[in-house]
T-cell receptor, first 114, second 114 residues
Protein backbone atom coordinates (compact mmCIF):
# COMPACT_ATOMS: atom_id res chain seq x y z
CA UNK A 1 0.00 0.00 0.00
CA UNK A 2 1.22 3.45 -0.89
CA UNK A 3 -1.02 5.00 1.79
CA UNK A 4 -1.68 8.68 1.14
CA UNK A 5 0.21 10.32 -1.71
CA UNK A 6 0.30 13.95 -2.77
CA UNK A 7 1.39 15.65 -5.98
CA UNK A 8 3.26 17.82 -6.54
CA UNK A 9 5.79 17.90 -3.69
CA UNK A 10 6.87 21.48 -4.36
CA UNK A 11 5.44 24.35 -6.35
CA UNK A 12 6.14 28.02 -6.81
CA UNK A 13 3.32 30.22 -8.10
CA UNK A 14 3.03 33.85 -8.95
CA UNK A 15 0.22 35.86 -7.39
CA UNK A 16 -2.99 35.31 -9.33
CA UNK A 17 -2.01 31.97 -10.84
CA UNK A 18 -4.09 28.87 -10.26
CA UNK A 19 -3.18 25.30 -9.43
CA UNK A 20 -4.61 22.02 -8.24
CA UNK A 21 -3.10 19.77 -5.59
CA UNK A 22 -3.92 16.09 -5.89
CA UNK A 23 -4.32 13.68 -3.00
CA UNK A 24 -4.79 9.96 -3.49
CA UNK A 25 -5.31 7.18 -0.95
CA UNK A 26 -5.46 3.43 -1.44
CA UNK A 27 -6.90 2.45 1.95
CA UNK A 28 -10.55 2.70 0.95
CA UNK A 29 -11.10 5.48 3.48
CA UNK A 30 -14.38 7.33 3.38
CA UNK A 31 -13.11 10.55 4.92
CA UNK A 32 -10.49 12.83 3.45
CA UNK A 33 -9.11 16.17 4.64
CA UNK A 34 -6.95 19.05 3.49
CA UNK A 35 -4.87 20.95 6.05
CA UNK A 36 -2.38 23.74 5.88
CA UNK A 37 0.59 23.96 8.22
CA UNK A 38 2.09 27.29 9.14
CA UNK A 39 4.88 27.88 11.69
CA UNK A 40 3.59 28.17 15.24
CA UNK A 41 0.00 27.48 14.22
CA UNK A 42 -0.18 23.73 13.98
CA UNK A 43 -2.46 22.28 11.33
CA UNK A 44 -5.63 24.03 10.28
CA UNK A 45 -8.41 22.28 8.40
CA UNK A 46 -9.24 23.81 5.01
CA UNK A 47 -11.91 21.46 3.64
CA UNK A 48 -12.93 17.89 4.20
CA UNK A 49 -15.04 15.20 2.59
CA UNK A 50 -17.14 12.49 4.21
CA UNK A 51 -17.54 10.49 1.02
CA UNK A 52 -17.43 10.49 -2.75
CA UNK A 53 -19.22 13.51 -4.16
CA UNK A 54 -19.40 15.38 -0.86
CA UNK A 55 -17.30 18.23 0.51
CA UNK A 56 -17.53 20.61 3.45
CA UNK A 57 -15.75 23.68 4.73
CA UNK A 58 -13.23 23.50 7.52
CA UNK A 59 -11.64 26.18 9.62
CA UNK A 60 -9.91 28.21 6.87
CA UNK A 61 -11.73 27.57 3.55
CA UNK A 62 -11.48 30.99 1.92
CA UNK A 63 -9.52 31.04 -1.34
CA UNK A 64 -9.71 27.27 -1.81
CA UNK A 65 -12.04 24.86 -3.54
CA UNK A 66 -12.16 21.08 -3.43
CA UNK A 67 -13.66 18.17 -5.29
CA UNK A 68 -14.10 14.48 -4.52
CA UNK A 69 -15.22 12.88 -7.76
CA UNK A 70 -13.70 9.53 -6.89
CA UNK A 71 -13.49 7.96 -3.45
CA UNK A 72 -9.72 7.63 -3.61
CA UNK A 73 -8.97 11.18 -4.76
CA UNK A 74 -9.40 14.57 -3.12
CA UNK A 75 -8.37 17.67 -5.07
CA UNK A 76 -7.56 21.07 -3.61
CA UNK A 77 -7.72 24.04 -5.94
CA UNK A 78 -6.40 27.56 -5.68
CA UNK A 79 -8.16 29.73 -8.26
CA UNK A 80 -6.11 32.88 -7.74
CA UNK A 81 -3.12 32.33 -5.52
CA UNK A 82 -2.11 34.92 -2.93
CA UNK A 83 1.12 35.21 -0.90
CA UNK A 84 -0.93 34.40 2.24
CA UNK A 85 -1.42 30.93 0.79
CA UNK A 86 2.28 30.18 1.03
CA UNK A 87 2.26 27.13 3.27
CA UNK A 88 2.76 23.41 3.50
CA UNK A 89 -0.39 21.52 2.56
CA UNK A 90 -1.20 18.11 3.95
CA UNK A 91 -3.86 15.69 2.88
CA UNK A 92 -5.17 13.05 5.27
CA UNK A 93 -7.69 10.25 5.19
CA UNK A 94 -9.46 8.07 7.72
CA UNK A 95 -12.22 5.61 8.39
CA UNK A 96 -15.33 7.17 9.91
CA UNK A 97 -14.04 9.31 12.76
CA UNK A 98 -16.98 8.48 15.00
CA UNK A 99 -15.22 5.18 15.41
CA UNK A 100 -12.21 7.04 16.80
CA UNK A 101 -9.94 6.05 13.95
CA UNK A 102 -6.82 8.10 13.49
CA UNK A 103 -6.04 10.06 10.36
CA UNK A 104 -3.30 9.04 7.95
CA UNK A 105 -1.28 11.85 6.41
CA UNK A 106 0.44 12.34 3.10
CA UNK A 107 4.00 13.70 2.79
CA UNK A 108 2.89 17.27 2.08
CA UNK A 109 3.14 19.86 -0.69
CA UNK A 110 5.27 22.93 -0.11
CA UNK A 111 3.72 25.88 -1.93
CA UNK A 112 5.31 29.28 -2.32
CA UNK A 113 3.35 32.18 -3.78
CA UNK A 114 5.44 35.14 -4.86
CA UNK B 1 -15.50 24.62 20.82
CA UNK B 2 -12.44 22.46 21.19
CA UNK B 3 -8.80 23.40 21.45
CA UNK B 4 -5.38 22.11 22.35
CA UNK B 5 -2.49 23.90 24.03
CA UNK B 6 1.11 22.77 23.88
CA UNK B 7 2.76 25.17 26.30
CA UNK B 8 6.34 24.50 25.22
CA UNK B 9 7.59 25.45 21.77
CA UNK B 10 10.78 23.49 22.34
CA UNK B 11 11.96 20.69 24.58
CA UNK B 12 15.64 19.80 24.84
CA UNK B 13 16.85 16.65 26.54
CA UNK B 14 19.98 14.54 26.63
CA UNK B 15 19.92 11.09 25.11
CA UNK B 16 18.96 8.52 27.70
CA UNK B 17 17.02 10.98 29.83
CA UNK B 18 13.23 10.96 30.20
CA UNK B 19 11.26 12.96 27.68
CA UNK B 20 7.95 14.69 28.38
CA UNK B 21 5.92 16.76 25.93
CA UNK B 22 2.99 18.56 27.50
CA UNK B 23 -0.54 18.90 26.16
CA UNK B 24 -3.72 20.28 27.66
CA UNK B 25 -7.08 20.27 25.95
CA UNK B 26 -10.52 21.80 26.08
CA UNK B 27 -13.70 20.14 24.83
CA UNK B 28 -17.36 20.44 25.73
CA UNK B 29 -17.82 16.72 26.28
CA UNK B 30 -15.44 13.80 26.44
CA UNK B 31 -12.30 13.76 24.32
CA UNK B 32 -10.58 11.56 21.85
CA UNK B 33 -6.89 12.49 22.12
CA UNK B 34 -4.06 11.82 19.70
CA UNK B 35 -0.33 12.34 19.41
CA UNK B 36 1.42 12.66 16.06
CA UNK B 37 5.09 13.08 15.19
CA UNK B 38 6.52 14.89 12.19
CA UNK B 39 10.07 14.30 11.02
CA UNK B 40 11.72 16.95 8.82
CA UNK B 41 10.13 17.25 5.39
CA UNK B 42 7.71 14.44 6.13
CA UNK B 43 4.00 14.10 6.86
CA UNK B 44 2.55 13.44 10.28
CA UNK B 45 2.80 9.94 11.69
CA UNK B 46 0.35 8.61 14.25
CA UNK B 47 1.93 7.70 17.62
CA UNK B 48 -0.93 6.86 19.94
CA UNK B 49 -4.47 7.71 20.97
CA UNK B 50 -6.73 7.77 23.99
CA UNK B 51 -10.30 6.71 23.43
CA UNK B 52 -11.52 5.25 26.68
CA UNK B 53 -10.41 2.90 29.42
CA UNK B 54 -6.92 2.82 30.89
CA UNK B 55 -5.53 6.30 31.41
CA UNK B 56 -2.03 5.19 30.40
CA UNK B 57 -1.79 4.60 26.68
CA UNK B 58 1.19 2.95 25.01
CA UNK B 59 2.13 3.69 21.43
CA UNK B 60 4.80 3.40 18.78
CA UNK B 61 8.57 3.76 19.31
CA UNK B 62 8.34 3.35 23.09
CA UNK B 63 6.13 6.38 23.65
CA UNK B 64 3.28 6.50 26.12
CA UNK B 65 0.82 9.15 27.24
CA UNK B 66 -1.24 9.65 30.35
CA UNK B 67 -4.78 10.95 30.22
CA UNK B 68 -5.71 13.07 33.22
CA UNK B 69 -9.32 14.17 33.12
CA UNK B 70 -9.19 16.41 36.17
CA UNK B 71 -6.23 18.34 34.76
CA UNK B 72 -7.47 18.04 31.14
CA UNK B 73 -4.02 16.91 30.13
CA UNK B 74 -2.54 14.26 27.85
CA UNK B 75 1.22 14.46 28.24
CA UNK B 76 3.47 12.39 26.00
CA UNK B 77 6.34 10.54 27.65
CA UNK B 78 9.29 8.36 26.86
CA UNK B 79 11.45 6.91 29.63
CA UNK B 80 14.73 7.10 27.70
CA UNK B 81 15.00 9.47 24.75
CA UNK B 82 16.97 8.72 21.59
CA UNK B 83 18.61 11.17 19.20
CA UNK B 84 16.25 9.79 16.55
CA UNK B 85 13.27 11.07 18.59
CA UNK B 86 14.20 14.61 17.56
CA UNK B 87 11.13 15.83 15.67
CA UNK B 88 8.03 18.01 15.84
CA UNK B 89 5.23 16.60 18.00
CA UNK B 90 1.56 17.49 17.73
CA UNK B 91 -1.26 16.83 20.16
CA UNK B 92 -4.80 16.73 18.77
CA UNK B 93 -8.28 16.47 20.25
CA UNK B 94 -11.78 15.72 19.09
CA UNK B 95 -14.99 15.82 21.07
CA UNK B 96 -16.52 12.35 20.82
CA UNK B 97 -19.97 13.88 20.36
CA UNK B 98 -18.80 16.70 18.13
CA UNK B 99 -18.21 16.87 14.39
CA UNK B 100 -15.41 15.12 12.57
CA UNK B 101 -12.73 17.68 12.97
CA UNK B 102 -9.48 17.31 14.85
CA UNK B 103 -8.03 20.35 16.54
CA UNK B 104 -4.24 20.40 16.64
CA UNK B 105 -1.86 22.12 18.98
CA UNK B 106 0.86 24.39 17.62
CA UNK B 107 3.46 21.68 18.01
CA UNK B 108 6.52 21.12 20.20
CA UNK B 109 9.97 20.72 18.72
CA UNK B 110 11.94 18.05 20.55
CA UNK B 111 15.72 18.01 20.31
CA UNK B 112 17.60 15.12 21.83
CA UNK B 113 21.32 15.74 22.10
CA UNK B 114 23.86 12.95 22.06
Amino acid sequence: NAGVTQTPKFRVLKTGQSMTLLCAQDMNHEYMYWYRQDPGMGLRLIHYSVGEGTTAKGEVPDGYNVSRLKKQNFLLGLESAAPSQTSVYFCASSYPPESSYEQYFGPGTRLTVT
Amino acid sequence: AQSVAQPEDQVNVAEGNPLTVKCTYSVSGNPYLFWYVQYPNRGLQFLLKYITGDNLVKGSYGFEAEFNKSQTSFHLKKPSALVSDSALYFCAVRDIHGDYKLSFGAGTTVTVRA
